[in-house]
């Protein structure tokens, strides 16, 4: 005797009176054509699977809610869900087009902004005018030494020769100026970091 | 011997075996067990318990 294979209308009804088999009964006939048709139209696994995903999810809610009405079209219904899902997700990806990073390349490996932002920039500044003022508080013969190698990038072969001392004097005079400003520092606890 | 071309068509390069993981399924039989819609003087909750 030959069987008769049931119609989805006869597991959509068994599923609606709480038969949770036939869900899985109704998944597995059409989830082949339901998944290509989606993965045709978006051609990422990642996303297909989550459309699907969400279409069932719909499916559910309205067969739960009892809101679906058999007309012997279940597939076609299905498909519909999933045509929607699939427009919203195109809509939603051009409002908010995104650089996908694929494994073998990442785009934040070529991209980066080393400019410093507004809030460091404003450090920046503050730090470099509080040094300018300390190296004001040293002595005259040392603030010229450091001004002389720090600001004008001199060497200390130059400075000697144009301060008028040897070079020991004025490394020795270079040493002192930043002692002295690290002691200062150090007295006022002043923070000098960006 | 001359050379095709042309492409195949979007629809036809898609493979005809492509189907969902088996953990998405699961996941929605899942999801089916634990959805309860309750009924209450004409409105309808949904409850999903775990």
Known sequence: MKRSIPTDAHYVSAYMNGDESALCELITRHKQRIYSFIYSKVFDKDIAEDIFQDTFIKVIKTL?????????KFLPWVMRIAH???IDHFRK????PKFENKDDFNIFSVLSDNSLNIEKRMIKGQVESDVRRLIEELPEDQ???LMMRIYKEMSFKEISERTGVSINTALGRMRYALINLRKVIDKHNIILTN | MAKLYSEK???ERVEKQLVPKEETIKFLL???KALSVI??????FEALLN
Do not use: F, I, W
């Not at chain 1, 809610?65 to 007309?71: L, T, V, W």
């Not at chain 2, 009924?39 to 309808?44: G, V």
């Open chain 1, 64 to 72: 739960k809610r009892g809101a679906y009405n058999e007309e012997g």
């Open chain 1, 84 to 86: 929607n899902l699939v």
């Open chain 1, 93 to 96: 990806s051009n409002r908010m």
């Open chain 1, 143 to 145: 603030k010229t030494v």
């Open chain 2, 9 to 11: 068509p979007r629809s």
């Open chain 2, 30 to 32: 899942d999801y089916s």
């Open chain 2, 39 to 44: 009924d209450y003087n004409k409105l309808k």
